[in-house]
């Protein structure tokens, strides 16, 4: 199967700062999303993004298929940001089957 | 904002006993998934339907897990019996499937269930 590595694995930042998450796959995708998981632990879809860039707010993501690789920028961190982001891909021909990377744990402080 | 709903939200019981999550998917999504989250294995997806017909339950397993999804409104799973291993929580996501881009999966706030 298609093998999805994030990194970092955990990460720590204080308030304000930025921060860039990185996803790696292993084979072409149709589909490429990223969620977030807080800490009450909903699993909350931030981008749907197989490919280009998007903005929402302070968050940002890029895809770049032809490479393999996502990354998520937050930028001006805040508390409720706190939690665990997951990439999750869908392999070409999978019909629409999400394959999640182990996350990266992000703690924001105060 | 439209949202999946799952019941119930937490469910306790004692090995050997059926369990029932139900789900109610966003209105007009037509492809369904459950999936189960352990800190060992991270997010599996168990099985997903698609127009409410069951279109992969590899992830399942089928001696004792079942997912069914009687009407467009409502997806349920049911383990049966249930075992001390089946501890975890249990998402379900609505999404509008492959073709035109597929687009974005949505996740209920699952059940936690804790096998005694």
């Known amino acids: 199967g298609i093998q999805v590595e994030q990194s970092p694995p955990d990460l720590i930042l204080q308030e304000g700062a930025n921060s860039t998450l990185r996803c790696n796959f292993s084979d072409s995708v149709n589909n490429l999303q990223w969620f977030h998981q807080n800490p009450w632990g909903q699993l909350i879809n931030l981008f749907y993004?197989?490919?280009g860039t998007k903005q929402n707010g302070r968050l940002s993501a890029t895809t770049v298929a032809t490479e393999r690789y996502s990354l998520l920028y937050i930028s001006s961190s805040q508390t409720t940001d706190s939690g665990v982001y997951f990439c999750a891909v869908d392999r070409r021909g999978s019909n629409y089957k999400l394959t999640f990377g182990k996350g990266t744990l992000l703690t924001v402080n105060p | 904002d439209a949202r999946v709903t799952q019941t119930p939200r937490h469910k306790v019981t004692e090995m050997g006993q059926e369990v029932t999550m139900r789900c109610q998917p966003i209105?007009?999504?037509?492809?369904v998934f459950w999936y189960r989250q352990t800190m060992m294995q991270g997010l599996e997806l168990l099985a997903y339907f698609r127009n409410r017909a069951p279109l992969d339950d590899s992830g399942m397993p089928k001696d004792r897990f079942s997912a069914e999804m009687p009407d467009a409104t409502l997806a349920t799973l049911k383990i049966q019996p249930s075992e001390p291993r089946d501890s975890a929580v249990y998402f379900c996501?609505?999404?509008f499937g492959p073709g035109a881009g597929g687009g974005a999966q949505h996740f209920g706030d699952g059940t936690r269930l804790s096998i005694l």
């Open positions: 993004i197989p490919s």
């Open positions: 996501a609505s999404g």
């Open positions: 209105l007009g999504h037509n492809t």
